[in-house]
């Protein structure tokens, strides 16, 4: 096996983490994200949306092509799709973590609004790698993914989202805060998220919302989170939109 620091590149058939560069999270645990999913749910998979997505999707706030990154087992996407809102485009969850995927892919099959299989996908993708997936989108929802990453991964992560995002769509941001008791693991400050999505890189943030995160373990009350609403903006220099 070849390896480059923070890799493991050529050794596919064994490599858990399909030959793509680890991200901090995985070089911190010594795991492939998947392994958060094969013994039992994952410490944030609640199954069911969270309540700040329900809150927002009942907005009609998801419009056009709609992307899920970080998608884990898909509630979010799933609610986001069985809603049928006018105006909704093709639903997509991208993830890296297999076994999550295949999760997300059965609870597709069962659910079914008026008799009829809704219309999502899920797909195996680095979030640090978007423009391979060739497509563009309306909206995009990052519901725990942000926050997982370190500070050398957030621009990098920043850059593929403006890859696939059109001019002028929304990026929503559901992250563990810095704010208040009982905060979650990588609590990002809001200077942090305006750092990372900035006017000079193409983004204007309309909105940080204190919110809440619910996990497995934080009560019923969840943790203190920051609700972003980030739009995709042309700034000079960028050329006009794709
Ligand atoms: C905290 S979990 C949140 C999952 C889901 N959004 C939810 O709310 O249940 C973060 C998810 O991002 C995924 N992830 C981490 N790094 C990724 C990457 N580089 N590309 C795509 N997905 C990634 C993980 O596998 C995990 O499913």
Same mark, same amino acid.
């Given at each position: 096996m070849s390896e480059r620091p923070g890799t493991l590149a050529d050794d596919s058939e064994n490599d858990p983490f399909g030959g793509r560069r680890l991200t901090s999270h995985e070089r911190m645990s010594?795991? /492939?994200?998947?392994a958060s999913y094969s013994d039992g749910p994952a410490p944030w998979d609640i199954g069911r949306p969270q309540p700040a997505i329900v809150r927002l999707a009942s907005t009609g706030a998801f419009a056009g092509a709609v992307l899920d990154a970080?998608? +884990?087992? +898909?509630e979010n996407a799933l609610l986001v799709a069985s &809603? +049928? &809102? /006018?105006g909704l485009g093709p639903v997509l969850g991208v993830d890296v973590a297999e076994t999550a995927l295949e999760i997300a892919r059965e609870k597709a099959t069962r659910k079914k609004v008026n008799n009829r299989e809704i219309k999502v996908e899920f797909a195996a993708a680095d979030a640090f790698q978007l423009e391979r997936l060739g497509r563009r989108f309306q909206t995009v929802l990052d519901c725990g993914l942000f926050?997982?990453?370190d500070s050398e991964e957030q621009p990098r992560y920043v850059a593929s989202l403006a890859s696939v995002t059109e001019h002028d769509g929304t990026v929503y941001v559901l992250c563990f805060s810095d704010? +208040? /008791?009982n905060t979650g693991p990588h609590p990002v400050s809001q200077e942090t998220l305006r750092a990372a999505f900035n006017p000079g890189n193409?983004?204007?943030?309309v909105a940080i919302e204190p919110d809440r995160v619910h996990t497995r373990f934080h009560g019923d009350n969840g943790a203190p989170a920051w609700f972003a609403t980030i739009k995709r903006i042309q700034t000079a220099g960028m050329g006009g939109p794709k």
């Open positions: 010594g795991k /492939p994200w998947d970080g998608c +884990g087992t +898909g &809603l +049928g &809102l /006018p926050h997982s990453f704010q +208040g /008791p193409g983004w204007n943030v």
